[in-house]
């Protein structure tokens, strides 16, 4: 990569660091959904060693840390989503037991079976789906549990236009029968499966979005990058309304049954 090419892209993450900053989640999803994906996970003790990976700044991972006793370490591979994640634990008083670190996903800096819960909502396609469940299996204990949330198709055909909208952005999106089978093939069981409710995308994630897309904006007005990026993201909500019955998040949750 030239130093050119390496400046405009550091810009650019800078750009996606700064748009999201202004929001507590940087994916669908909400407090209510984490705290169902946790019920489904059993055995946590003040022992417990938990990484939410990807974790931006930490809206769903203080939820978490709030409702176990374990140590939480985030991890995500923007420095600025870290350092706000490091505010927000101090400012929940939860500075002890949770910890954000830069890292990238691809190359976790944990030890094998040393982990007992594997968190990540709307991160894991960074590595890709089937990619993250067979190269994070092995930092969980026997027993531990991966709890993940992964955009979905909910029919086996759709309209071109929303199947070619993914096949662009993230051509490894599948069903949920064919996710679970992911799953299962990777040496976990899967243990439960549910759709998030629509409110994650719309108060949850978009709400908040808008008003985070007129702060930056006014901060960037005349920056071309900064428009198309924001562009963009309006273009993702008008697809959502209109074909939000064929696609969505699933939450996964998911047991590692044999070492
Ligand atoms: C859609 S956001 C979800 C953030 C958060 N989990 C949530 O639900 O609000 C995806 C996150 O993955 C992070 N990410 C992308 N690629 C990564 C990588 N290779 N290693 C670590 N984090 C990565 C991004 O910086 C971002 O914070």
């Known amino acids: 990569m030239s130093n050119e090419n390496k400046t405009i892209h550091d810009f650019e993450l800078n750009l996606i660091c700064d748009f999201f900053s202004n929001m507590e989640r940087q994916g669908p999803g909400s407090p209510e959904v984490t705290?169902?994906?946790?019920?489904?996970?059993?055995?946590?003790?003040?022992?417990?060693?938990?990484?939410?990976?990807?974790?931006?700044?930490?809206?769903?991972?203080?939820?978490?840390?709030?409702?176990?006793?374990?140590?939480?370490?985030?991890l995500d591979f923007l420095s600025g989503f870290i350092d706000i994640f490091n505010r927000n634990a101090r400012q929940s008083g939860l500075q002890n037991r949770v910890t954000g670190i830069v890292?990238?996903?691809?190359?976790?800096?944990?030890?094998?079976?040393?982990?007992?819960?594997?968190?990540?909502?709307?991160a894991i396609y960074n590595i890709g789906f089937e990619r993250g469940l067979n190269?994070?299996?092995?930092?969980?204990?026997?027993?531990?549990?991966?709890?993940?949330?992964?955009?979905?198709?909910?029919?086996?055909?759709?309209?071109?236009?929303?199947?070619d909208f993914w096949m662009d952005a993230y051509p490894e999106i599948d069903t949920i029968p064919n996710q679970v089978a992911k799953i299962h093939k990777a040496g976990?069981?899967?243990?439960a499966t549910f759709i998030l409710p629509e409110n994650c995308w719309t108060d949850h994630y978009f709400t908040p979005k808008v008003a985070a897309q007129k702060i930056f904006l006014t901060k960037y007005a005349g920056n071309k990058i900064a428009e198309e990026f924001s562009m963009l993201q309006s273009i993702e909500e008008e697809l959502y309304h209109k074909y939000k019955e064929y696609y969505g998040y699933t939450f996964f949750i998911a047991k590692k049954i044999r070492l």
């Open 188 to 191: 976990y069981l899967p243990v």
């Open 135 to 163: 190269e994070w299996r092995k930092y969980l204990k026997k027993g531990g549990y991966l709890a993940v949330s992964e955009c979905s198709w909910f029919t086996d055909e759709r309209p071109a236009e929303i199947n």
């Open 103 to 122: 890292g990238s996903m691809d190359d976790l800096p944990f030890r094998n079976e040393e982990l007992d819960l594997i968190w990540s909502e709307g």
């Open 35 to 74: 705290l169902k994906a946790l019920s489904f996970i059993d055995n946590l003790t003040e022992k417990s060693l938990i990484a939410d990976i990807g974790c931006g700044t930490g809206g769903q991972t203080m939820v978490l840390a709030g409702h176990v006793t374990g140590q939480v370490t985030g």
